[in-house]
């Protein structure tokens, strides 16, 4: 597989199109769009639903419910508000029947309809590459100058014992359940795990995280974890880590699944429980094998900096290749795959991916971009830390979110930004001014001196950057300027 075979193809004279796309998730549907923007002929192939996991599996379903349970935690603190609330139920397969009513709603931004009339051919069918410049589809076969594989990435799901005996949920079939779990198992302390651990709990489930590891978020910084740790177990989420999960059994009452913990066993038992290790790219069954397409040690395709693969005129972006597993990375990836292939005769442009945000959407959120401590030492990167702690805002204590904090990296002696870690309600959004300051080389002397709307969330990045400026003020400097004062008192 990590070959290119010793085939000779034979390259049409005439092609069908200029780009065919394999499929239609983020990646595929921005890459199609933007060769259709540019006047190229673009055949957008998917064998499932138009959207990818995105929109019916991902980001859309699983904030849909967050948004509810977040709504169900409102409620029932109600009290804290002043607010007496009688009888709370919740409904939840009104909430999941919501879930899918969200889907419906957004599902014309990905559709067939919807790309058709912006100049893309969307093929329904499985695609399979035959050469580098065919692709058959059914009993089709369509030439084409370029291929942007867009396959994406499904559930990992490891090899435990009993495992395949248990009615087991990922991240795919989660959105079938109608009837809330009462004793509710995640496999997994990453971003999908900890997200739908809490949702379920606020939802009225016992939920236990089962991680292996000895911390959950392990791409975190440790504070970080620790901050989202704290808020999970204080809402009744129990977490053990360094549990590994070795034996799944299927008992007539109950399920349970025996555990390894400082060489010891201990059995939990459960009604449903969510596997939620990982991601694997779709890389089988497509015509990789036979064209020798390369991939990495972990699985995915391998691609240049162009986003190439081994084969000059095959792309590929996304969940497929890497390396963040995010929504907007294979939107940014899409473009270089889409004008490289296009107009990389003239010029090629290399993929950027040195400002990148992620977030895990618990309660509080966390948002990361650029490094964070554990890169710094891991790569050896010189850096200072700045803390300013949530507690201390405005907006936060009135609206009793005053919990979490901001913490930056900077540059040795510089206010030069290297990474931003927001953990607070909406950090998603309050990560935006550290991108744009990373991306237009501003640091935070630009983000104190920029006017923040008093009270909001926002002006934590102020305050963050009035504490850097503060430990670096010019002693010397104000020593001088006070004596420069005392000269004009009276003593």
């Known amino acids: 597989m990590n070959r290119k075979m010793n085939i000779q193809w034979k390259r049409p004279k005439k092609f069908d199109y200029n780009m065919v796309v ?3 998730g983020s990646a595929g549907l921005v890459t199609s769009y933007l060769c259709a923007a540019l006047k190229a002929k673009v055949a957008l192939i998917e064998k499932d639903k138009m959207g990818g996991d995105c929109l019916n599996t991902g980001c859309v379903p699983s904030k849909a419910l967050i948004k509810s349970a977040k709504m169900a935690k409102a409620v029932k603190n109600a009290s804290d508000y002043g607010i007496a609330v009688n009888n709370i139920e919740i409904d939840f397969a009104k909430v999941m029947q919501r879930v899918q009513s969200v889907i419906k709603k957004i599902e014309p931004h990905d559709s067939a309809h919807r790309y058709s009339s912006l100049g893309v ?21 369509i030439t084409t100058k370029n291929i942007t594989i867009a396959t994406g990435a499904s559930p990992f799901v490891p090899p435990i014992v009993g495992l395949d005996k248990i009615d087991f949920l990922t991240s795919n079939n989660l959105w079938q359940l109608r009837e809330l779990p009462q004793e509710f198992l995640v496999l997994g302390a990453g971003p999908i795990g900890l997200e739908m651990a809490q949702a379920f709990s606020r939802l009225g489930s016992k939920v236990t995280i089962v991680e292996r590891g000895a911390r959950i978020m392990p791409h975190e910084d440790e504070d970080v974890a620790s901050e989202v740790a704290k808020r999970l177990q204080k809402e009744g989420i129990k977490i053990l880590t360094e549990h590994k999960a070795v034996e799944f059994k299927c008992n007539e009452d109950k399920n349970s699944v025996l555990c390894e913990v400082e060489g010891a066993h201990c059995e939990i038992g459960f009604d449903k429980v969510l ?12 015509g990789f094998e036979k064209l020798g397409l390369k991939l990495r040690a972990n699985g995915t395709l391998e691609t240049n900096h162009y986003m190439q693969t081994n084969y000059k005129n095959i792309y590929a972006c996304g969940d497929v290749t890497g390396p963040y ?11 270089y795959c889409a004008v490289n292939a296009l107009f990389g005769k003239f010029k090629k ?39 300013y702690s949530i507690d201390d805002l405005d907006r936060a204590i009135t609206d009793n979110t005053d919990y979490g904090f901001v913490k930056v990296l900077t540059a040795k002696g510089s206010d030069k930004i290297l990474g931003a870690t927001v953990v607070a309600v909406n950090a998603g959004e309050l990560i935006t001014e550290y991108v744009s300051s990373m991306k237009h080389n501003k640091g935070l002397e630009s983000i104190l001196a920029t006017i923040h709307s008093y009270p909001t969330m926002a002006e934590a990045n102020k305050y963050v950057a009035g504490v850097w400026k503060k ?16 000269l004009g008192r009276v003593k």
Not at 133 to 139: A, P, T
Not at 471 to 486: D, I, M, Q, T
């Open 275 to 286: 596997v939620a290790v990982g991601r694997k790219a779709n890389v089988q069954g497509q």
């Open 349 to 387: 442009f290399k993929v950027d991916y040195s400002v990148v945000p992620w977030c895990t959407y618990t309660d509080p959120e966390v948002a990361t971009v650029g490094k964070n401590e554990m890169a710094c030492r891991l790569d050896g990167t010189p850096y200072e830390v700045t803390k």
């Open 471 to 486: 430990n670096h003020k010019p002693e010397g400097l104000l020593k001088l300027v006070e004596k420069f004062h005392s």
């Open 22 to 24: 394999i499929g239609a």
């Open 325 to 335: 597993q995010l929504t907007h990375m294979a939107s940014h990836q899409a473009w």
């Open 121 to 141: 051919d969307c093929l329904s069918g499985a695609a399979e590459i035959i050469s580098p410049w065919e692709v058959k589809v059914g009993d089709k076969v």
